[in-house]
């Protein structure tokens, strides 16, 4: 099958109303089968204010702002213009992002006129309960998930561990790995600056800890604060350095009112900010891959970071970085120590970290998901084919 015979109608809850790493992953594949020939259409909440240009031809879907999180927005289904507008491009795949309504609607749209679906997953959305206090709700959210899931031709995954958690709950038989890339002219060890660490107050010998992306609680910010703290029980010289911006940011800033806050950085200033770290901290259990993490390594920072999914495929314990149960805090604080007082074991880990990130190519891992769309489309077809030849 030829690139330019596929037509993808891809259905998201967020494509670039915020800039994370989501957001970013999808754009760049929208112009990876843009080059390839491919045509697509995407179909997503749109925003007056979005946060960066979207790649390729965007539908706006209806929607309402998350309450309480205003920055995010459920989308409502798949209204009759939409849906008008789905018959006329005439999609031969559907790509879902999310689990929010309008991805479902796309799915049953799809089912009832034989067009194969695949699901995307990029966040672990039952994890978030905890942080919410509403972890009863877990089962219920991880039902709803799997009948979404189930009711699509395959699932693509960032990161082994992540499909092994998918397996696991059953979600469906068909799992294969959609990765991340990292862009090495921006993320690189050269970007390192002792100026810039100067200009916002860190001095040369004082061991930055790092915090990236999104200040929100689901990130672990309780865990990251407690270990700080545990480190400063130690005796240890140290500066945290948070880059990003997030609701959460106010909390944060009260939790460790001596980090320096960059906020949203973008560009070779953000390469700049992680290169002129010491160390990135992530906590965080909800990662599906963890793109910070990738741009640390890019940057040869060695990673501290817990035993979950996404973390485990990139940090690999004692080799790129060093990992810990999550929520144990005196662990994360002792392997800070352990950074902060051997420089050549942070080098060293630093630059395995680089060697691995070198092999993260965009191109090449996005080609993965034309081989999904392909393999799908061929497979409904040998299906259609069968069906037909047992109808009597």
């Given at each position: 099958?030829?690139?330019?015979?596929?037509?993808?109608?891809?259905?998201?809850?967020?494509?670039?109303?915020?800039?994370?790493g989501a957001n970013g992953a999808l754009n760049r594949l929208v112009e990876y089968l843009l080059r390839q020939g491919v045509h697509v259409r995407i179909y997503s909440p749109t925003s007056d204010h979005p946060a960066f240009p979207a790649t390729g031809d965007l539908v706006s879907l209806p929607s309402v702002p998350i309450p309480g999180r205003s920055e995010y927005r459920v989308s409502l289904g798949l209204p009759a213009h939409v849906r008008r507008d789905l018959e006329e491009f005439a999609p031969n795949i559907i790509h879902i992002s999310s689990p929010d309504i309008s991805p479902h609607r796309a799915v049953s749209w799809a089912r009832r006129r034989g067009i194969p679906a695949i699901a995307s997953v990029h966040t672990r959305f039952d994890t978030y309960l905890h942080y919410y206090g509403l972890t009863?709700?877990?089962?219920?959210?991880?039902?709803?998930?799997?009948?979404?899931?189930?009711?699509?031709?395959?699932?693509?995954?960032?990161?082994?561990?992540?499909?092994?958690?998918?397996?696991?709950?059953?979600?469906?038989?068909?799992?294969?790995?959609?990765?991340?890339?990292?862009?090495?002219?921006?993320?690189?060890?050269?970007?390192?600056?002792?100026?810039?660490?100067?200009?916002?107050?860190?001095?040369?010998?004082?061991?930055?800890?790092?915090?990236?992306?999104?200040?929100?609680?689901?990130?672990?910010?309780?865990?990251?604060?407690?270990?700080?703290?545990?480190?400063?029980?130690?005796?240890?010289?140290?500066?945290?350095?948070?880059?990003?911006?997030?609701?959460?940011?106010?909390?944060?800033?009260?939790?460790?009112?001596?980090?320096?806050?960059?906020?949203?950085?973008?560009?070779?200033?953000?390469?700049?900010?992680?290169?002129?770290?010491?160390?990135?901290?992530?906590?965080?259990?909800?990662?599906?891959?963890?793109?910070?993490?990738?741009?640390?390594?890019?940057?040869?920072?060695?990673?501290?970071?817990?035993?979950?999914?996404?973390?485990?495929?990139?940090?690999?314990?004692?080799?790129?970085?060093?990992?810990?149960?999550?929520?144990?805090?005196?662990?994360?604080?002792?392997?800070?120590?352990?950074?902060?007082?051997?420089?050549?074991?942070?080098?060293?880990?630093?630059?395995?970290?680089?060697?691995?990130?070198?092999?993260?190519?965009?191109?090449?891992?996005?080609?993965?998901?034309?081989?999904?769309?392909?393999?799908?489309?061929?497979?409904?077809?040998?299906?259609?084919?069968?069906?037909?030849?047992?109808?009597?």
């Amino acid at each position: 099958m030829q690139p330019n015979e596929i037509r993808v109608a891809l259905v998201s809850g967020n494509y670039n109303i915020v800039r994370d790493g989501a957001n970013g992953a999808l754009n760049r594949l929208v112009e990876y089968l843009l080059r390839q020939g491919v045509h697509v259409r995407i179909y997503s909440p749109t925003s007056d204010h979005p946060a960066f240009p979207a790649t390729g031809d965007l539908v706006s879907l209806p929607s309402v702002p998350i309450p309480g999180r205003s920055e995010y927005r459920v989308s409502l289904g798949l209204p009759a213009h939409v849906r008008r507008d789905l018959e006329e491009f005439a999609p031969n795949i559907i790509h879902i992002s999310s689990p929010d309504i309008s991805p479902h609607r796309a799915v049953s749209w799809a089912r009832r006129r034989g067009i194969p679906a695949i699901a995307s997953v990029h966040t672990r959305f039952d994890t978030y309960l905890h942080y919410y206090g509403l972890t009863n709700l877990e089962p219920l959210v991880r039902a709803i998930l799997r009948r979404l899931y189930r009711r699509c031709d395959a699932i693509v995954a960032p990161a082994e561990s992540t499909a092994a958690v998918l397996r696991a709950q059953r979600m469906n038989r068909y799992i294969s790995i959609w990765s991340r890339g990292v862009d090495r002219q921006q993320f690189n060890p050269e970007r390192r600056s002792m100026e810039w660490r100067r200009s916002h107050g860190i001095a040369d010998d004082e061991f930055a800890v790092l915090f990236l992306g999104r200040i929100v609680m689901e990130k672990a910010l309780d865990v990251f604060g407690d270990a700080i703290d545990a480190l400063t029980e130690r005796g240890v010289k140290h500066h945290v350095l948070v880059v990003g911006e997030g609701p959460a940011r106010a909390w944060f800033q009260e939790r460790i009112p001596t980090a320096v806050f960059t906020g949203e950085l973008r560009g070779a200033e953000l390469a700049t900010a992680i290169a002129s770290a010491d160390v990135l901290l992530n906590p965080s259990v909800t990662e599906a891959f963890g793109n910070v993490t990738l741009e640390a390594m890019a940057s040869a920072l060695p990673v501290i970071a817990v035993n979950s999914t996404g973390s485990t495929n990139l940090v690999r314990d004692g080799e790129t970085g060093l990992l810990a149960d999550p929520g144990d805090v005196e662990t994360i604080a002792d392997e800070l120590a352990s950074y902060a007082s051997d420089s050549e074991l942070k080098r060293k880990h630093g630059e395995a970290g680089l060697a691995i990130a070198k092999t993260y190519d965009w191109d090449q891992i996005n080609s993965a998901v034309l081989k999904t769309y392909e393999r799908v489309i061929e497979r409904r077809k040998r299906l259609k084919r069968l069906s037909r030849r047992w109808t009597f």
